[in-house]
């Protein structure tokens, strides 16, 4: 991954990059119409957002741990079945 300051950046980029900050998928294709590249706007999660993800993660954690052991079944058991 490259990092730069936008600031660091010249008009024409910055102009380009304008529909990304405004929340669009910017996706640039060769002649071809094959893709080449894509620019992905970046949204910053809020704390209240992060700590709502993090129950969740947490809550299915659990109903993992809860079916897998009904079932008998450990996570060697499933990294030996993904790796066949």
């Not at 990092?3 to 996706?27: N, P």
């Not at 071809?32 to 809020?46: E, F, S, W």
């Amino acid at each position: 991954m490259v990092r730069i300051r936008l600031s660091d950046l010249d008009d024409a980029v910055k102009m380009f990059l304008a529909r990304a900050q405004q929340g669009e998928t910017i996706v640039v294709e060769d002649d071809n119409g094959r893709l080449q590249c894509g620019v992905t706007p970046y949204i910053q999660a809020t704390a209240d957002e992060k700590r709502a993800a993090l129950d969740a993660l947490g809550r299915l954690q659990q109903k993992s741990a809860q079916s897998m052991a009904q079932l008998g079944v450990t996570e060697t058991d499933i990294d030996r079945e993904l790796q066949n």
